[in-house]
């Protein structure tokens, strides 16, 4: 899997929605089209609102500090 800028439990996601992959991967398994800021945000930040659960907060998910730019690429664990 490419590496995110952010850790992201992708196994722990997967068990979160039963194994219901197109709920993240909407046009099949692979790279996420448009993949980005903006497709990570709506997928992401709206998850967590809708179930009340995972951060939501910018700093909760990028711990490097948004202001240096995000630049410190952290290895997507498995
Ligand atoms: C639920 C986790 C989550 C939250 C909360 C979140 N982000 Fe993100 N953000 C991501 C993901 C995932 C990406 C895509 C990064 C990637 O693909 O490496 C991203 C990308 C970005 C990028 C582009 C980074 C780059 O290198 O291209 C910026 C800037 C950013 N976020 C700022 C913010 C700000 C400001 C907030 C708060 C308003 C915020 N984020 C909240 C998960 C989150
Ligand atoms: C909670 C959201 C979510 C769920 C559920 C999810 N994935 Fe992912 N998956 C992602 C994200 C985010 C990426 C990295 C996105 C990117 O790099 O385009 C990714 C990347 C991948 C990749 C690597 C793509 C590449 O070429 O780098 C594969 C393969 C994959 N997922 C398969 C699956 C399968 C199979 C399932 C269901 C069992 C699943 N995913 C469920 C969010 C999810
Ligand atoms: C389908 C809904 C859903 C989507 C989409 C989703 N999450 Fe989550 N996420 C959750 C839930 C629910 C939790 C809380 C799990 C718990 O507390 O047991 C969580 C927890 C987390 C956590 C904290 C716990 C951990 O596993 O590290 C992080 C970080 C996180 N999510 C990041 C992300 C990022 C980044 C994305 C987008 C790539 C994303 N999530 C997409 C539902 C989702």
Known sequence: MGDLT?????WAHQK??????TSCHPSGIGKIENWGKE??????VSCHQRREKG???CEECH????SRGLRETVPTPR
């Open 55 to 57: 951060p939501v907060q």
């Open 6 to 10: 952010l850790p992201f439990t992708h």
């Open 16 to 21: 979160l929605t039963d194994n219901n992959c």
């Open 39 to 44: 497709a990570a945000h709506a997928l992401c």
């Open 63 to 66: 711990k490097v500090s948004v």
